[in-house]
């Protein structure tokens, strides 16, 4: 089954941290580079992070660079990115996919909100 599972997000205070999941099945994350993208309302999509397949090589967009880190565990399918330093501007529903050739069944998404 085609699969994308994200969880983890929350209300923070700015500031604070969280950590986000994304279990994927097999089929879409294996072998594959896999991404974070965020959707604000209102704002189309934008991609967040990036990370290749054997975990050497991350890319991260400039407004969260030193701040946000991708990572992925390939034994569980699983994708991870880890926020600290949360401004009100990371406030949105965050999804993950492959960073090339995503697949069309996105995940419903984890909802993120940064506010005091």
């Known amino acids: 089954q085609v699969q994308l599972v994200e969880s983890g997000g929350g209300l923070v205070q700015p500031g604070g941290s969280l950590r986000l999941s994304c279990a994927a099945s097999?089929?879409?994350?294996?072998?594959?580079?896999m991404s974070w993208y965020r959707q604000a309302p209102g704002k189309q999509r934008e991609l967040v992070a990036d990370i290749t397949n054997d975990s050497k090589i991350t890319n991260y967009a400039d407004s969260v660079k030193g701040r946000f880190t991708i990572s992925r565990d390939n034994a569980k399918n699983t994708l991870y990115l880890q926020m600290n330093s949360l401004k009100p501007e990371d406030t949105a529903v965050y999804y993950c996919?492959?960073?090339?050739?995503?697949?069309?069944?996105w995940g419903q998404g984890t909802q993120v909100t940064v506010s005091s």
């Open positions: 097999a089929t879409i994350f294996s072998g594959y580079a």
């Open positions: 996919n492959r960073r090339w050739h995503p697949v069309d069944s």
